[in-house]
């Protein structure tokens, strides 16, 4: 078990924030970024704010459920890992 279950457990939580830490910069390694912005190649709108209708082609370029898909792969093989 990783993590504090007891708040007064300092080690378990300095284990789960490394364990974090890990998980994250993987993400970072394979994606470029852990920002949504940047991830999604948005940039900031200007002066509009109207909001975009929720479209297919609106959500063909914002691949949010493949950046969630690729978190849950992380957390998949790092919980195959410590299986062995």
Do not use: H
């Not at 390694?29 to 200007?46: D, Q, T, V, W, Y």
């Amino acid at each position: 078990e990783k993590g504090a279950v007891d708040g007064k457990d300092r080690e378990g939580k300095a284990a789960n924030y490394a364990l974090v830490q890990q998980l994250a910069e993987e993400f970072r390694k394979r994606n470029g970024s852990m920002i949504c912005a940047e991830l999604l190649g948005l940039k900031k709108p200007e002066g509009s704010s109207t909001p975009e209708a929720r479209t297919e082609q609106y959500y063909a370029k914002r691949p949010c459920a493949k950046m969630v898909e690729e978190a849950a792969a992380i957390w998949a093989e790092y919980l195959e890992k410590q299986r062995k």
